[in-house]
């Protein structure tokens, strides 16, 4: 019998269960093959700027040449924050969502045309950001932190992209609710469920960052008043911003859970402890963003302390993760003829480029894991905060955690929008390695630059005059990394604009992979019960945010003017 088809109230009279046509499919595949192209448009642009700051930081400060276009390293250094970690993550999400919770549910959209729309403010609101990001008028980095001042369209842009993401979880929550009413008593899908509660998560993240831009940052801009508190809008941004790095990672887990053991013959080793993983996230990814303010002023230390037990809490899910997905695989690896304590590894799928890429992402991952909490303890931070350390660390987390996950999905996904065979197996094998030993000696370097000689973050190392010969052998790891990243995105490129291009028909239609659950006995019911996470999430948001919030709310002093500082 069927995990996700039986249902345990049969008595209950429920609206016939709505086919999915192909007419459906199609509407979904053209969504997400805007929002699958847009991000990928983004990227594009984002990883030539990485490039020119690694070159910068060895003294060959290219911007000089591109004045015209790029006015300074603050200026690329923006547009690769924003288009990188804002742009590419939330579109390609939104698109990969929209896909994924579709078939998981095998259901069509509730609402099509809200579907539609969300797309349309989501790219209304990346003009309105990028406009004014290109014209050097919101120089001010991917945390906007006031006192730094943008054009107020940066601001409203941003908006809108968040507005935008809403409505793409308005839809998926619509087409569920209607869902589970066609099967009631059913086990949600566990592909379905986790891009769900990734999505519940998000709108309770984005609370925080829309606060900050309605409340301070457009009125401010606009000159509605006098001057804005920066603590406050740090507070508020930061409320959103940890959970930020939750919505770029999920995605990868559902991948990495729900697909990945498929691709290389294994099976989900625990479908229930998959879905408390989740669940944890839901209930413990926002608490937490005090752990980016241990040296604000302002908090006091019993706040930060609480944040930061709750990180290390927030890292038990992860630790959960890697066990787990690690054994699914070696089930697949162990099917596939693999023996030994780690032979097995060998006969993991290595073939196939889409595996390969979030295989590789799965151990980068376990570096930025592990740097991760590092800078989660109280102490150990103020060795690292605004170091290199920590683009360090979130280039192998968000730079490669995710990012390189999402390659490896556009592996399959392309192909499969397209109807077009990839191009080609070997040079996107040769991406996924190259990657792979490009971000390891990155940030390798960055981590050590950071930790041993207290290198400074965001900032243009080629023309610091306190910089130190010592530092020159880490950065020019650093610049063989990037040299690596350049070759790779280049070839990322190339396969995907090879694979939509040339016509080259698939020969056998591909489907999501989806992984089967070792054991086929439907989830405990509490691990498919919305109410006590959702209530459980915000009573410990509120709990340790609400009295501090109050208190800074309370006291808030508009007092601070906007600086524009960069070079024009
Ligand atoms: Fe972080 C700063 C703490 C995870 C991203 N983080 C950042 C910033 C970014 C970021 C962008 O506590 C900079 C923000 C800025 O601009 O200022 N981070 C953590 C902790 C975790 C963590 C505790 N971060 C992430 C993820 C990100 C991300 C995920 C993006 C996707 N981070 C911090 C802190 C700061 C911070 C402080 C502030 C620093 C400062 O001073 O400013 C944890 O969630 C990490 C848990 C992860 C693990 C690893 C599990 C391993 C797995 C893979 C297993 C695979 C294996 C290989 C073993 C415990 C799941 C298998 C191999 C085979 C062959 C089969
Ligand atoms: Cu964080």
Redesign the pocket.
């Known amino acids: 019998m069927s995990v996700q088809t039986m249902p345990l109230n049969e008595a209950t009279a429920a609206p016939a269960p709505v086919p999915l046509t192909d007419s459906d499919l199609k509407v979904v595949d053209r969504i997400t093959g805007w929002y699958v192209g847009i991000s990928i448009a983004a990227l594009t642009i984002g990883l030539a700027l990485g490039v020119l700051q690694g070159l910068e930081h060895v003294g060959l400060d290219l911007y000089p040449y591109l004045t015209p276009i790029f006015k300074s390293y603050y200026h690329g250094l923006t547009i690769h ?1 924003v288009l990188n ?1 804002l742009v590419w993550t939330t579109f390609f999400i939104c698109g990969f969502f929209t896909f994924a919770t579709v078939r998981s549910l095998n259901r069509p959209l509730r609402y099509p045309r809200l579907a539609y729309a969300a797309l349309l403010v989501m790219v209304g609101g990346l003009i309105l950001t990028g406009i004014p990001m290109l014209a050097n008028m919101a120089t001010v ?3 906007f932190y006031p006192p730094l001042q943008a054009h107020w369209a940066f601001y409203v842009g941003l908006t809108l992209v968040v507005v935008g993401s809403w409505m793409v979880g308005y839809s998926l929550l619509f087409t569920y609710a209607a869902w589970r009413k066609e099967n009631p008593g059913v086990r949600t899908p566990f592909i379905a469920l986790a891009c769900l509660i990734t999505m519940v998560m998000w709108q309770i993240a984005t609370l925080g960052v829309a606060a900050e831009i309605l409340f301070l940052l457009i009125p401010w801009t606009l000159g509605w008043v006098g001057g804005t508190d920066p603590l406050l809008a740090r507070t508020l941004f930061w409320y959103f ?2 959970p ?3 919505f ?2 999920l995605p ?2 559902v991948s ?1 859970y729900g697909m990945l053991p498929a691709q290389t013959g294994g099976k989900m080793f625990s479908g229930s402890l998959a879905r408390l993983v989740f669940w944890l996230f839901l209930l413990l990814s926002t608490p ?1 963003g005090f ?2 303010q ?2 604000d002023p302002g908090i006091p230390q019993t706040w930060k302390a609480i944040h ?1 037990v709750l ?2 809490g ?2 038990f899910p ?2 959960l ?2 066990f787990t ?2 054994a699914s ?2 089930i697949g690896a162990r099917a596939r003829g693999g023996k030994g304590w780690f032979g097995w ?1 060998r006969k ?1 799928n290595w073939g196939d480029p889409s595996y390969t890429a979030q ?1 590789l992402a ?2 980068l ?2 570096f ?6 590092i ?3 109280y102490s150990v ?1 103020l060795a ?3 170091t290199s ?3 360090g ?2 280039h192998l ?2 730079g490669s ?2 990012t390189l996950t999402f390659f490896g999905i556009c592996y399959w996904l392309v192909p499969k929008l397209t109807g077009r065979k990839l191009f080609t197996k070997g040079l996107a094998l040769a991406q996924a390695w190259t990657w792979f030993f490009g971000m390891l000696l990155f940030a390798n370097g960055y981590h050590l630059l950071g930790l041993r000689y207290g290198v400074p ?1 965001r900032t243009m190392l080629g023309a610091a005059p306190y910089a130190s010969p010592e530092w020159t052998p880490f950065l020019y790891e650093t610049l063989i990394g990037v040299v690596l990243l350049f070759i790779s995105a280049t070839l990322f490129f190339l396969v995907i604009a090879g694979t939509v291009l040339l016509p080259r028909k698939l020969d056998r239609p591909i489907e999501m992979p989806v992984a089967e659950p070792l054991d086929p006995r439907p989830t405990p019911a509490w691990l498919d019960t919305w109410f006590p996470w959702v209530a459980g999430a915000i009573a410990l948001v509120l709990l340790a945010y609400g009295p501090m919030l109050w208190n800074l709310v309370a006291n808030a002093e508009l007092f601070s003017q906007g600086y524009q500082v960069w070079p024009r």
């Open positions: 924050g970690a980095l991917y945390t911003g940890h930020l790095v939750y770029w990672l990868a887990y990495w937490v752990h980016h241990y040296t930061m990180t290390y927030v890292a992860s630790l993760t890697a997905v690690v695989l070696e590894i993991l295989n799965m151990i991952f376990a930025g894991g592990i740097s991760g909490i800078n989660a303890s931070n690292v905060h605004n350390w920590i683009p660390h979130f987390t968000v955690a995710t973050r």
